[in-house]
């Protein structure tokens, strides 16, 4: 596959990172709950979970993972598993701005590192580091360097919109926001599952 232009590479990379997702729903719900100063430090766990995740396939993996279709069933699998206990624990424990369980550094960091958008970008958009490949070992580190930025905008954004329009859902209805985010988390996983099992 041809190397993707910065700009190209940004658009591509937007229109992922933008399309709700189990990170995102997260965001939202902190937002909704804690407010978007207080959910700021989320940002960075997202951050930290998409480059643990992209640096060791564009880095490591990328050539070990060619041809092993195995590898990436059981990556999905372990995405759906996790999506669906983030979607139990947001159903039965609802977050609360003093409390908000799996909605925490640790949860978004988690669940970032099992997110299938991170597989994308890693394995397609954003070129391998090997001494064979065009740019050689360097050649990510420009397309690093724009995800990371583009990663905070967006999560920024799903943060504010938690916070200036579900807030006002959750404060009316704690339960709400939570039982729906729930929702659309298993809807998540259901696809998930669905691609992994075209995989067998």
Do not use: C
Not at 23 to 33: D, E, I, K
Not at 88 to 101: E, F, Q, Y
Not at 159 to 180: D, E, K, Q, W
């Amino acid at each position: 596959m041809p190397l993707l232009s910065l700009p190209a590479f940004a658009l591509a990379v937007l229109l992922l990172l933008l399309t709700p997702g189990p990170t995102n729903t997260l965001l939202a719900v902190a937002g909704a709950t804690r407010g978007l100063k207080a959910s700021l430090p989320l940002v960075g766990a997202e951050l930290a979970g998409y480059l643990a995740t992209i640096s060791t396939l564009v880095f490591v993996a990328a050539p070990l993972l060619a041809g092993q279709p195995t590898a990436a069933l059981v990556i999905k699998l372990l995405s759906t598993l996790w999506v669906l206990l983030l979607a139990i624990r947001l159903w039965s424990n609802p977050p609360t701005a003093t409390d908000l369980g799996a909605v925490n550094a640790l949860g978004v960091f988690a669940t970032t590192v099992l997110n299938p958008k991170g597989l994308i970008i890693g394995l397609v958009l954003i070129p391998p580091a090997a001494t064979g490949a065009p740019g050689g070992l360097a050649a990510p580190l420009p397309y690093l360097g724009l995800f990371s930025a583009l990663v905070m905008l967006v999560a920024l954004s799903w943060i504010t919109f938690g916070a200036a329009v579900l807030r006002r859902v959750a404060v009316a209805n704690p339960l709400l926001v939570s039982r729906i985010a729930a929702s659309f988390l298993v809807l998540f996983a259901a696809g998930l599952a669905g691609r992994a099992i075209g995989w067998i």
